[in-house]
């Protein structure tokens, strides 16, 4: 599920480029709108654009209406009546400290892993940054679980992590540390999801780091060495200002994706125990499929539409003031 | 000549190249290690993985794990389902992609940047929030357990025409043009010109939606309530919480069956699919 994921936030950050280069690219083209060829053209152009119009008006553009209309009702999804119930859904969900929890768990899970995906990844790419034997073999490895089907790796993860005879206590008892029974426990479950989201996550951020790092001029460098900087103040004053619009790039596509972590947890800890690693998706999923409180998931789905749109926005905004060199 | 002097100087960041070296190994390892234990695990006898500490590749390969991990489920028909889906969703959504990026690349249309940019908005809706009503409207049209309705919702393409319409752009216009005054309709342009042209682009694309279309899990989960319609990662976890309880080994096993075509795509196209990702996102 990842991969379609970047793949629409990588569109989305070109989104703001788009506009002007439409501008610039195509020759604005002055018809007459009259001509049989400009009638033609246009009953075309709405042939070809159809199939893709129909399918995103009837499964991504409406399910925003309907969503909005569904979390004004009670329903169960199969009864043929619909309950009207006004804001109820929004009050219980704003009244509710599991639906707090679950926020807070997201928020939690999210920032852990945009911060430590970020530092690790950006870490490994200035390393791999330069000549060097097999980097596309360390690259392809470190790449892979991008692509490797979620369910999949999180079973493995669910027994690497058993406290009896998983790998990871293999690691941990030089270091005397006991053994965690991570799924199970109530403070471990989410520090065991964000484990294995970072897990899956750094190969993506690292190729992106990499291919920043490479648009840098080596001429600033060549100049920092003829100033004599230290390596440490090459960092600061050229590598990461001049890195700060992949950085950001990665940091806002990598907490949206994080906002809608399901897969993994779904198969890691089902988000339990006791809803401590529960998220927002899903606890949607749960109340929608498990539970039936259509009208509720819906008033959840609507929320985390709203948080994601939000961001986009700001993002769309900062990414000018941000982003500078 | 000062770049002559200076070369093509690459930040050393404090260390050598041996240090370098350890520091890849050690994640390379943190990130291989996981799959290394999943076959090791598949092949062990279960006194062998209920040992600490463990035994890093067992004395005997027990190879009937796989038979017998094959047999607690039907994954044939989960193989055969989880192909149809995806290759019909992939020839689908390339289709779909194609015929738009191409009118968005080619045609004039005095409205063609409002429906481009409406289309863009797109990509800005978190396609968890369609979940119950494509559900509803599924089940209003009796799609549910059906392979229409694993596959049509997820078929539109936003990012795909996006992609394809920059490729077409880029394409010297005098061959478009070529092609109007040889009289060809605007599909043969397509079909004849801008396909062929695209197709280093095409690949990739493909690549990706179909390895996407074959590791979903929510929608299939939701969309399939019989076992015989579900994909191989729903039919996985399905395994997983069945009442008969299944060793370690026999899950790895499973999961290997899960994972095999998306490693044989992934070892056969990483250099591919890891130059898309970089371009990408270097106009960002």
């Given at each position: 599920m990842y991969v379609p994921d970047f793949l629409a936030y990588g569109g989305l950050l070109m989104v703001s480029l788009q506009r002007s280069q439409t501008d610039q690219k195509i020759p604005k083209l002055k018809l007459n709108p009259m001509t049989r060829r400009a009638k033609r053209d246009a009953f075309t152009f709405a042939l070809f654009t159809f199939p893709n119009f129909l399918l995103l008006t009837v499964f991504v553009f409406w399910p925003i209406f309907y969503s909005l209309f569904l979390s004004f009702f009670k329903w169960d999804m199969i009864a043929p009546k619909k309950r009207f119930i006004g804001f109820e859904n929004y009050r219980v969900m704003f009244n509710d400290p599991?639906?707090?929890?679950?926020?807070?768990n997201t928020l939690i899970l999210s920032v852990w892993v945009v911060v430590l995906k970020l530092a690790i990844s950006l870490s490994l790419a200035m390393v791999m940054n330069r000549d060097l034997k097999g980097r596309s073999f360390y690259q392809a490895i470190i790449f892979s679980p991008t692509f490797t089907t979620s369910v999949a790796v999180a079973m493995v993860w669910r027994w690497i992590l058993e406290p009896d005879y998983g790998l990871l206590r293999v690691f941990m008892r030089p270091f005397g540390i006991a053994p965690i029974n991570w799924i199970e426990s109530t403070t471990h479950s989410l520090p065991a999801v964000i484990i294995v989201l970072i897990w899956v996550g750094i190969g993506y951020d690292m190729v992106i780091f990499l291919a920043g790092l490479k648009n840098i001029p080596p001429e600033l460098y060549d100049a920092g060495l003829v100033d004599g900087v230290s390596p440490m103040q090459e960092f600061i004053h050229i590598t990461f200002p001049l890195l700060s619009p992949t950085t950001f790039f990665l940091t806002i596509t990598g907490f949206i994706s994080a906002l809608k972590s399901f897969d993994i947890i779904a198969i890691l800890t089902g988000g339990g125990p006791?809803?401590?690693?529960?998220?927002?998706?899903?606890?949607?999923?749960?109340?929608?499929?498990?539970?039936?409180?259509?009208?509720?998931?819906?008033?959840?789905?609507?929320?985390?539409?709203?948080?994601?749109?939000?961001?986009?926005?700001?993002?769309?905004?900062?990414?000018?003031?941000?982003?500078?060199? | 000549?000062?770049?002559?002097?200076?070369?093509?100087?690459?930040?050393?960041?404090?260390?050598?190249?041996?240090?370098?070296?350890?520091?890849?190994?050690?994640?390379?390892?943190?990130?291989?290690?996981?799959?290394?234990?999943?076959?090791?695990?598949?092949?062990?006898?279960?006194?062998?993985?209920?040992?600490?500490?463990?035994?890093?590749?067992?004395?005997?390969?027990?190879?009937?794990?796989?038979?017998?991990?094959?047999?607690?489920?039907?994954?044939?028909?989960?193989?055969?389902?989880?192909f149809v889906t995806a290759i019909t969703g992939v020839l689908l959504e390339v289709s779909i992609a194609a015929l738009s990026a191409y009118a968005f690349a080619c045609i004039r249309f005095k409205y063609r940047d409002f429906f481009f940019l409406v289309m863009l908005a797109a990509l800005m809706i978190p396609s968890q929030i369609a979940l119950i009503p494509n559900y509803v409207i599924l089940s209003k049209l009796k799609w549910i357990n059906t392979y229409k309705g694993i596959v049509i919702p997820y078929v539109s393409s936003v990012f795909g025409t996006f992609l394809l319409r920059q490729y077409f752009l880029s394409v010297p216009s005098s061959l478009y043009e070529a092609a109007e005054i040889d009289g060809l309709s605007h599909f043969k342009t397509l079909t004849y010109i801008a396909l062929p042209l695209a197709k280093p682009v095409l690949g990739t694309l493909v690549l990706y939606?179909?390895?996407?279309?074959?590791?979903?899990?929510?929608?299939?989960?939701?969309v399939t309530t019989k076992q015989r319609m579900r994909t191989l990662p729903v039919g996985l976890a399905m395994v997983r919480d069945a009442e008969y309880a299944i060793g370690p080994e026999h899950l790895m096993a499973a999961a290997i069956f899960v994972l095999v075509p998306v490693l044989i795509v992934y070892f056969f196209s990483q250099r591919k699919l890891i130059e898309a990702i970089a371009a990408g996102a270097v106009k960002g």
């Open positions: 599991v639906f707090w929890l679950i926020t807070r006791l809803n401590t690693s529960n998220v927002l998706v899903h606890f949607l999923y749960e109340n929608a499929f498990r539970w039936f409180k259509t009208g509720y998931a819906s008033a959840l789905a609507l929320l985390l539409f709203i948080v994601i749109m939000a961001i986009t926005l700001v993002q769309n905004r900062l990414s000018k003031r941000w982003v500078h060199y | 000549m000062a770049r002559i002097v200076f070369g093509k100087k690459r930040p050393s960041w404090f260390i050598g190249r041996t240090f370098t070296h350890l520091v890849l190994i050690f994640f390379a390892l943190a990130v291989g290690l996981p799959f290394f234990w999943m076959l090791t695990t598949a092949l062990k006898n279960p006194v062998e993985v209920a040992t600490f500490p463990p035994i890093w590749w067992p004395k005997t390969i027990k190879w009937d794990n796989f038979s017998k991990a094959w047999s607690t489920a039907p994954f044939g028909r989960f193989y055969i389902n989880s939606i179909f390895i996407g279309k074959w590791n979903n899990y929510l929608w299939p989960l939701i």
